[in-house]
Every structure is written in C-alpha cells, then in structure tokens.
C-alpha cells in the first residue's frame, strides 16, 4: 500500500487515516452543545434555506423510508418525519453520539417521535441491508469522512433502485470576488466567532480548513458517477458557497 | 425550472410556511383543526406565481415548492381573488365563474381554508408569553378602546370625521408649495447680501 493511500487531509494537515475519525470526533464532541447556534450565526440563517432547497430536491413521499446520514441535530429529519408520515421510515445517522444525543433530544422535544430512529454508524460501512432507502441524504458532512468514494458506494448499495442520493455540501465559489470574500470571512472571522461563542476556534478553523480541501462540483459530480450514480447533477447555492449535488440508482 | 429560479421559489416557500405557521400559533385550537388534515397535501397554484404544496402535521404546515406524488386537493386561482375567498358565499360563484379551478377532493379543500378562517387569534396571550399579562392587558385594552373610539367617531359624526381627516390633510405641505417657498427665500438671501455689499461701500 503507498503512503497515499494511509493518509488523508485533516483540514490543511495530512494525517494517517485512522486518526481521522477521531480526530473529526474531537471537533464534533466539542461544537455538539452549540452546533445550532454557531450554524445560524456563522451563516446569517441561511443554512436553513439550503437544507429547505435539498428538501425541495429530494421527491419525498409519505411512506418512504429515509436515511439522515451526518444528520447531526436532526434539522432535515424533523421535516423528513413529518412528510413521511406515520407510515414513513427516517433514520437520523451520524459517526457522532454527541451529536446524535443532541439531535434526539431537540426532536423528542418538539415532539417528533415514532417514525424517527436513531443509528450510530460510520458512512463508509452503513449497518443497513441492500436496497432499503428511498432517499438518502447527507448534509454538511461528506467532507468530514476518511474515505469519500467508499462512502458513496456504501450509500449507493443501500439506496433502492429508483431512489435518489443528495448530497449537501460547501464548495468553490463561482465568481472570484465572492472567493476572496469568502476566504477573509472563513479565516479571519469565523474562528474568532468560534471563540467568542463556543470558546473554541481550533474546530472552526478546522471546519474552514476543511472546507477548502473538499472536493469542487465536477470533482464530486465524477466521484458519484464512479461509485454507481446516474443523472447525476449539481445546483449551485449562494454562489456557490454551497453545492446541491443529485443522483439516482437505476 | 433552472436553479436560481428553484432557489427564489424556495425561499417563497419558506415565508409562506413561517407566516402560515406563525399566524396559526395565536390559536391554541388550531393543532386539533391540522389533526382532521393529518397527512393531506393541498397543492395551491397563485397564478401566475409558481405552485406550492401544502402537507399538513398535527405539528405544523410545511411547503415545499416540488411534490412528485399527486396532491389530495388542487387549487389554481388569482392572487386577487384572495379576499373574495375568505367569503365563504362567494366560493360558489367563483367556482362556476371558473374563476377558482378545484381537483380532487374538494373537503379537503374545505378544511384546509377552515385552518384559517376559524382561527381566533389569541393575541393577548402571546403579547403576555413576552412582555408579561399586566403590559399585554394594557396595551390590548388600549387599541381596544381607540379602535371603539374610532368607530363610534365615525357613527356619530361622520362630519366631524371628514374635517378633522381635511384639516391633518391641509396641514400637508405640497412638494410644489415648498419648493416656491425655498426660492423666495433664495431670493431674500442675495438681496440681503447685495444690501450688505451696498451699506459696506457707502460707509467706506
């Protein structure tokens, strides 16, 4: 095996690949108490409207079976749940338990409950039979995982055919002016804010780290085509700050 | 639908759903008027503004700006019959009239603009989960009391009404007036230095 494939990006560091996850575990077991606040601040709210576009994208049903993966505090979930219905299936993944205890108890007190279950599970070897989901989504979290292709596959062997992948991820700003901007804003600002808020900014300078070492569009438009996608295409939000990716299994 | 476009109906979307909601939070009742609805997607076309769907939660209304199954019940209206469709007499005519085209079951339909029309808002209640039940009382009571003294004003003297709104009116400085003014006193502005200029040379 070469040395590239034993190590992986950790923001700017290179690490070896088994001490991503808990690295990664690290930095989410210390923003889980304030993850929401920090998202609502850190994007002026918008986020919300990014996962609202992803949801608008998905073609969900009532009855359908859905997988959160990443999903974190349980923001797309909540929605997912009650489109579904009571005879819907959603499950809230993440490799994270701080915050999937988060996320179950912000959902339990809003009462949603019933057709939301709760799994701990790594994205590159997800503990679900073969052709179960209709949906799968994965919000704000691809970038975190070790081996991105292993977990496309993984996700492709347990959608249905005929369901669709959509992945919800930052990405390369389309203009360059909007770049600049965007570069002064995530180094400058952002790990201050993190400080002042979560007194933590190492987790986000990390998350603006690893935001830059993230694959662009076309790059992880061609890695869902390679682990099985079809269709596959991408809609780019707030210039592109963020990208809506889609694919289907046929 | 190109992305942008996706993107502006999304946040369309997000308004009408939070104001829908919003509005149906002054209601304690409402939660049991949604539980008849459970589980209904009402699809609601403005037009010519793009079609959004109503799916309805013993929680909440969410709007999404695609749905690929069949919705329960479709409306296709213009926004200005809006009002006309708060009048309940008036849905009859505007169905024949073709003015409002319906698919689908129309009691959903029914219920679904029931959400809004039985609300009793329970404005005080919420002014006082803020700012306490004393300042609420008040402040409702107030607007109460002016809204009555408005009205009765308006009952009693209509006249006295439409003179007091002429007399705030006149008090209204036209754009044309003002500006005549602001050139008369130009005006007296350089005379006045010429006369300065004229004493200074004479008492040299």
């Given at each position: 095996?070469?040395?590239?494939?034993?190590?992986?990006?950790?923001?700017?560091?290179?690490?070896?690949?088994?001490?991503?996850?808990?690295?990664?575990?690290?930095?989410?077991?210390?923003?889980?108490?304030?993850?929401?606040?920090?998202?609502?601040?850190?994007?002026?709210?918008?986020?919300?409207?990014?996962?609202?576009?992803?949801?608008?994208?998905?073609?969900?049903?009532?009855?359908?079976?859905?997988?959160?993966?990443?999903?974190?505090?349980?923001?797309?979930?909540?929605?997912?749940?009650?489109?579904?219905?009571?005879?819907?299936?959603?499950?809230?993944?993440?490799?994270?338990?701080?915050?999937?205890?988060?996320?179950?108890?912000?959902?339990?007190?809003?009462?949603?409950?019933?057709?939301?279950?709760?799994?701990?599970?790594?994205?590159?070897?997800?503990?679900?039979?073969?052709?179960?989901?209709?949906?799968?989504?994965?919000?704000?979290?691809?970038?975190?995982?070790?081996?991105?292709?292993?977990?496309?596959?993984?996700?492709?062997?347990?959608?249905?055919?005929?369901?669709r992948l959509l992945v919800l991820e930052f990405s390369k700003p389309s203009s360059e002016f909007l770049s600049k901007a965007y570069d002064t804003y995530s180094f400058q600002i952002l790990p201050k804010l993190g400080e002042l808020v979560a007194n933590d900014s190492e987790s986000y300078q990390y998350l603006a780290e690893s935001i830059r070492m993230h694959p662009d569009q076309d790059t992880l438009q061609q890695m869902m085509n390679d682990a099985g996608f079809e269709g596959t295409q991408y809609y780019n939000l707030t210039g592109g700050i963020v990208a809506l990716h889609r694919g289907y299994k046929f | 639908m190109t992305g942008q476009s996706k993107a502006i109906v999304n946040v369309v979307g997000a308004a009408v759903e939070t104001f829908s909601n919003q509005i149906m939070s002054l209601d304690k009742n409402s939660a049991q008027r949604r539980s008849k609805l459970e589980g209904k997607v009402i699809s609601i076309t403005p037009s010519p503004f793009p079609q959004l769907f109503f799916i309805v939660s013993k929680d909440q209304i969410d709007v999404l700006s695609q749905f690929e199954a069949q919705a329960d019940c479709e409306l296709k209206f213009s926004p200005s019959l809006l009002l006309a469709l708060a009048k309940r007499e008036s849905v009859s005519d505007l169905l024949k009239s073709e003015q409002l085209e319906v698919e689908g079951d129309i009691k959903v339909a029914q219920k679904f603009a029931d959400l809004f029309l039985e609300m009793e808002a329970d404005i005080e209640g919420r002014l006082a989960s803020y700012f306490g039940d004393v300042i609420a009382y008040q402040v409702l009571r107030n607007l109460r009391l002016l809204v009555q003294a408005i009205k009765q004003m308006a009952k009693s003297s209509p006249q006295r009404l439409s003179q007091i709104s002429a007399q705030e009116w006149q008090l209204h400085l036209p754009y044309e007036a003002f500006n005549y003014f602001k050139r008369d006193l130009e005006e007296l502005e350089s005379e006045l230095d010429a006369l300065e200029l004229r004493i200074r040379d004479l008492e040299a």
């Open positions: 095996m070469s040395l590239d494939q034993e190590t992986t990006h950790f923001g700017f560091k290179t690490i070896e690949k088994q001490q991503k996850v808990a690295k990664v575990a690290e930095v989410f077991h210390s923003v889980a108490a304030k993850y929401d606040v920090m998202n609502d601040l850190m994007s002026g709210g918008v986020h919300r409207l990014w996962k609202r576009f992803a949801i608008d994208c998905s073609g969900i049903r009532p009855g359908q079976k859905v997988l959160d993966l990443a999903g974190g505090t349980g923001d797309l979930t909540a929605k997912f749940s009650r489109i579904t219905g009571e005879k819907g299936e959603v499950v809230l993944a993440d490799i994270n338990d701080s915050m999937l205890k988060v996320g179950r108890a912000k959902l339990r007190d809003r009462g949603i409950a019933g057709n939301v279950s709760y799994v701990q599970a790594n994205a590159e070897a997800l503990p679900f039979p073969d052709n179960h989901f209709d949906l799968i989504t994965i919000g704000f979290g691809l970038r975190n995982v070790t081996d991105k292709d292993q977990a496309l596959r993984s996700m492709f062997r347990v959608l249905k055919p005929g369901g | -």
